[in-house]
């Protein structure tokens, strides 16, 4: 059974940073692609980072040089490293896994469609502070 714990939630003064984890159990880690969703009340769930088997990575233009995604892959953790963090970084932050039985990835593929997942965490809160 796949389970997806996200953790290092919290709250933040507006310019600072927070790494979130996310440990995966339950399958194969190495062959999904995984990724970091948010959720701010209102709003739809967008993608924010996303890392395939093969460490490519993608991100969302509103965090990128500001957001890290990696893996320890012997650990089967997925990170989010984020810095300069604003109130508009403010959501529920999800992990998210997209196995194999999603099928290939083909052309026009986009990492970052939240439909492209099918394993999902509960979420973790951050709240950032003006």
């Known amino acids: 059974q796949v389970q997806l714990v996200e953790s290092g939630g919290g709250s933040v003064q507006s310019g600072g940073s927070l790494r979130l984890s996310c440990a995966a159990s339950?399958?194969?880690?190495?062959?999904?692609?995984m990724g970091w969703f948010r959720q701010a009340p209102g709003k739809e769930r967008e993608g924010v980072a996303t890392?395939?088997?093969?460490?490519?990575?993608k991100y969302a233009p509103s965090v990128k040089s500001r957001f890290t995604i990696s893996q320890d892959k012997g650990n089967n953790v997925l990170y989010l490293s984020m810095t300069q963090l604003t109130p508009d970084d403010s959501a529920m932050y999800y992990c998210?896994?997209?196995?194999?039985?999603?099928?290939?990835?083909?052309?026009?593929?986009?990492?970052?469609?939240?439909?492209?997942?099918?394993?999902w965490g509960q979420g973790t809160q951050v709240t950032v502070a003006s």
């Open positions: 998210a896994a997209r196995s194999p039985a999603r099928g290939a990835v083909v052309p026009g593929f986009d990492a970052l469609d939240q439909w492209e997942y099918n394993y």
């Open positions: 890392i395939d088997n093969n460490g490519n990575t």
């Open positions: 339950g399958y194969t880690y190495s062959s999904y692609c």
